[in-house]
């Protein structure tokens, strides 16, 4: 059982680690969790639905994948020019970008709201049975997917970050845009760039959310909350930090849940939160530079 | 553009103190208004819709039929976003500002729990679908609040109903639960269905819940496959309905899974996993033209606003209507409403839109209705009885 | 006015009165709340339950649901605010969460989600609620202006410049969320005796980004602006009911419409519709004095 219970929830963790990632993305560079996410899975969810469906035979889910991140990006970079960028030209402080972010999400999801609330939609499944056994355990297909979508993505992701020219400047933005400024980098560039890979992550992950758990406008909102604790208890920023996180609540609210119950489990995440925090109070990671003076 | 923002902020206040004051005088002719408070937006917009359609387009065929004794009725349309301040600012709007005389209420009970005293000081009868008990009568002193109607069976009378036919029709002996208790709709049905099924001397092997934020029933799935429960109630809106459906059979769980109306279609076209032994409940044989006009009700609603499948909600609202414009008729005032409350609560054996006859008790709710019990075969949906436990 | 319009201004007034508290906590000290919701929801449940089971006038326990609150956001405050600032907005959320779920928990006292509902009536509710709100902002106007008050915008202006000219900044960050979490909580009461039914999800988290959102809106700095961007941004969607654009009407719409009215005042003015500014009789003065002086142009 409780191997059961520890698989179920490190597939759980990786819808988190998912949703996680695309803020750290975003903080490490601009310094504020992207509540827009959540619209933007959202918004994915759908336009994936409707890709989908709009061919008379649903074409593989990889195509509807790549299409809806590819949605994804232009949808960011969309984002980015109506609600941040006069943020950015005014230089205001970045609570001005979280507040934005917050506003766009709720925009999203009462847009979507008011026009897709008629018929509750679904994406056609996409296998025969929905589980493999080995031996006692069972196995649903769809968190195997994700689960392996979601390590390829996260590992080519670090890669990127950690390993190329780009991911090079990222980091160099991430702790000094003034010094990288001088060093020659151009931070628009690096902007469109970390718009582009959160809006990527966003459009996967709507479709893969959408696959699990239906489309309706509130499906990245209330998946928001879970990626927010997850990408800060990991280090604000770090990318490395925010996947353990994820992983780690995944399996925390399994076990808890199944103890527990369900109900006790905020009270659970929030004392976790404190302690951890009272702890390690640098996050997982323990990367993150210490507040300037 | 700062004197831009500030002018239309300025100018949309001065339009709300204002412009929109204008009180309106009941006269004795002319149209006769009614509201209706329905969830136009929020999470609950896709059974609150169909729910202003049904009121909206019942309003029409009166009037089209002459109305009450030649006066036309006007409707007014207000959204309530399933939250205790908007229902209460829409009910203040149609009450104060544009002068109704009877509200059609909504399909979910929070926001009409909070009208319960106010309607009674205005003497504005609600007649609605806000199935928990609390909305009818005070759970203090029992009393029944004068201007509450409800028509259809309460929440426990449709546990009750649904909890009956799994335990005489279909054998079950032990039960568990997995609802969301953060979601009113799935808690009003989930406690009666408990007690009932122990006041029957059922086992109660797992009682499990998720919240709003939960997305993943793998674990309480698991502990319910583990208890060995043979029949699992689920509650809460389609969307939790089908996660909860499929991380039931994900588990393993080969029983019976029995819930409320939500898992009506499209239901078994969204979940992932093969669809049987699911039965659960219907406030109307929806599909069956030949009992009242349901059927027609629902095929115009799809035609009209491109839904995909019956709603059950176009019911609701076409009811609620029928009773109080029954009443109406009979008043010598259809605007007064406190002649409207006695009337209304000598409803007898009115014919809605499901075939059934209402007739309204001394709980202002109603004795005379039953449940369907309705299955999938196929993935159709199939009704396979009718019950009404006393 | 009738009781719709009465209604409206209640409504607007309780937002003044929350965005106020939030006011105190974020543009005097510098913290970011998300969970000022939960202490609404701490002292409103604590106040009508204390009141019903024990017999007491709510007076009375709305003083103790206002010191529930109060307890535990020191109890909050001893541990985070050590901690980064941007851990503080986690805490606060994840709080803001633990008690909606703490609710649904204690069904057997709070009827969990199908609301707590049969609050007595208190008669002149209308001037109770718009005494209160004159209070609350003489409160925080003098608050402002005190030394404590300046001491609050030395620390969130420089922190270490603070510490070095000795300000106990933990301390004083401590005072500062209790203050402020006391007229959130206030807020949450005043909402149960208007709308006389309390449920979990009138309290959800999205009411604490919205009263940040409002803040910031009016102006960071400007508790006029504040007050101002509380009271007007509740009526604002309210009066889309009726509106009708094209032959559509606009009620389903009005969320969309007044959340891009914020994203362009959060892009366009960033310092908020009043940024800096404060009522007074000296501005309005020298509004007048500008006036005049363009007319004699």
């Given at each position: 059982m409780w191997l059961q219970l520890s698989i179920n929830g490190i597939c759980l963790g990786a819808v988190y680690a998912l949703i996680a990632v695309g803020f750290a993305i975003v903080f490490s560079v601009l310094k504020f969790s992207n509540f827009a996410h959540g619209g933007m899975i959202s918004a994915c969810a759908f336009m994936g639905y409707f890709f989908q469906a709009s061919f008379k035979k649903a074409p593989p889910i990889w195509v509807t994948i790549l299409f809806t991140a590819f949605c994804g990006v232009l949808f960011a970079l969309f984002l980015d020019q109506i609600a941040y960028r006069s943020i950015r030209r005014n230089k205001s402080p970045n609570i001005y970008y979280f507040l934005a972010s917050l506003t766009i999400s709720i925009i999203i999801t009462s847009i979507l709201n008011v026009f897709f609330s008629k018929n509750p939609l679904a994406y056609p499944p996409l296998f025969e049975t929905t589980t493999f056994s080995i031996g006692a355990l069972k196995i649903s297909k769809m968190d195997t997917m994700i689960l392996i979508i979601s390590a390829a993505l996260l590992a080519a992701l670090l890669l990127l970050i950690n390993k190329t020219k780009i991911g090079l400047a990222i980091r160099a933005v991430a702790i000094s845009p003034e010094t990288s400024k001088l060093m020659g980098i151009n931070s628009s560039m690096i902007l469109i760039m970390i718009f582009s890979i959160a809006g990527f992550l966003s459009g996967v992950s709507g479709v893969l959310l959408g696959c699990k758990y239906g489309v309706y406008p509130d499906l990245g909102q209330t998946m928001m909350v879970k990626g927010f604790i997850a990408s800060v208890i990991g280090g604000l920023g770090s990318l490395g930090g925010a996947i353990a996180a994820a992983f780690l609540l995944g399996l925390l609210e399994m076990f808890w849940t199944y103890v527990f119950g369900s109900l006790s489990t905020p009270v659970m995440t929030f004392v976790v939160m404190l302690l951890f925090l009272f702890i390690r109070p640098q996050g997982i990671s323990g990367k993150f530079a210490k507040e300037k003076v | 553009m700062k004197r831009i923002l500030t002018s239309i902020i300025v100018l949309l206040t001065v339009f709300a103190l204002f412009a929109t004051g204008a009180e309106e005088v009941k006269t004795a002719e002319g149209p006769i208004k009614i509201g209706s408070i329905q969830d136009l937006s929020g999470s609950a917009s896709n059974a609150g819709r169909p729910n202003a359609w049904g009121a909206e387009y019942a309003v029409k065929v009166i009037n089209e039929n002459g109305g009450i004794n030649g006066r036309m009725i006007e409707i007014y349309t207000q959204d309530c976003k399933n939250d205790v301040t908007e229902g209460l600012n829409a009910y203040h709007k149609l009450v104060d500002e544009i002068g109704v005389c009877a509200i059609i209420g909504p399909a979910l009970s929070n926001p009409a729990s909070a009208w319960v005293e106010l309607a009674q000081e205005d003497q504005v009868p609600i007649i609605g679908h806000f199935m928990d008990e609390v909305c009818t009568t005070n759970p203090d002193n029992g009393q029944t609040y004068k201007y509450m109607f409800l028509c259809e069976p309460s929440c426990s009378q449709q546990a009750r109903d649904l909890a009956e036919y799994a335990i005489a029709d279909l054998g079950k002996k032990s039960f568990a639960v997995l609802y969301n208790p953060s979601n009113a709709f799935a808690k009003a049905q989930a406690d009666p269905f408990v007690k009932y099924v122990k006041e029957r001397g059922c086992t109660l092997a797992a009682s499990e819940t998720f919240g709003w934020a939960d997305k993943d029933y793998s674990a309480q799935a698991l502990k319910i496959v583990a208890s060995g429960a043979e029949c699992v109630f689920l509650g809460d809106y389609l969307g939790q309905m089908l996660i909860a459906y499929d991380a039931l059979r994900d588990a393993g769980f080969k029983g019976t899974v029995i819930g409320a109306n939500t898992m009506a279609p499209p239901f078994a076209n969204q979940v992932k996993n093969e669809v049987h032994d699911v039965y659960f409940l219907q406030?109307?044989?929806?599909?069956?033209?030949?009992?009242?006009?349901i059927n027609a009700l629902v095929t115009k609603h799809m035609a009209e606003t491109g839904t995909a499948s019956p709603q059950v909600n176009v019911g609701f609202g076409w009811d609620a209507v029928l009773v109080l414009t029954e009443a109406m008729k009979k008043a010598k005032d259809p605007t007064d409403g406190a002649e409207l409350v006695s009337l209304l609560e000598q409803t007898k054996d009115l014919e809605l839109s499901g075939g059934v006859k209402i007739t309204i008790n001394a709980q202002h709710r109603t004795d005379t209705m039953g449940m369907y019990i309705a299955t999938y075969v196929d993935k159709q949906m199939k009704i396979v009885g009718y019950r009404k436990v006393e | 006015m009738n009781n719709y319009q009465l209604g409206l201004i209640m409504n607007s007034c309780i937002s003044v009165i929350g965005v106020v508290g939030v006011f105190i906590i974020t543009s005097l000290a510098g913290m970011f709340s998300l969970g000022q919701a939960a202490f609404m929801t701490i002292s409103a449940y604590f106040t009508f339950i204390l009141a019903k089971t024990l017999g007491l006038p709510i007076l009375l326990t709305a003083v103790m649901g206002i010191a529930a609150s109060a307890l535990c956001a020191y109890i909050i405050a001893v541990p985070t605010l050590k901690l980064r600032k941007d851990y503080f907005a986690l805490i606060t959320m994840g709080f803001g969460e633990m008690m909606s779920s703490i609710v649904i928990m204690l069904e057997k006292y709070?009827?969990?989600?199908i609301g707590y509902s049969r609050i007595p009536k208190v008669k002149p509710v209308f001037w109770i609620i718009i005494g209160l709100t004159a209070f609350v902002i003489f409160f925080a106007w003098s608050l402002k202006r005190s030394r404590f008050g300046r001491m609050c915008i030395a620390l969130k202006t420089d922190e270490t410049a603070a510490k070095s000219f000795g300000v106990d900044v933990y301390r004083l960050k401590i005072r500062i969320f209790v203050i402020g979490s006391c007229i959130s909580a206030l807020a949450g009461i005043l909402y149960g005796l208007k709308n006389r039914v309390i449920t979990p999800d009138g309290f959800s988290w999205n009411l604490s980004a919205e009263m940040q959102i409002f803040l910031f809106f009016g102006g960071t700095n400007s508790l006029t602006g504040a007050a101002i961007a509380g009271f007007m941004l509740k009526l604002i969607p309210e009066t889309l009911r009726t509106v009708k654009l094209f032959g559509v009407s606009l009620q389903e719409f009005r969320t969309v419409i007044y959340c891009i009215l914020i994203l362009l005042v959060i892009n366009f003015r960033p310092n908020g519709m009043l940024g800096e500014k404060e009522f007074s009789i000296r501005t309005l003065a020298g509004l007048f004095r500008r006036k005049e002086a363009r007319n004699g142009k």
């Open positions: - | 406030n109307y044989d929806m599909l069956n033209p030949s009992v009242g006009n | 709070t009827n969990g989600s």
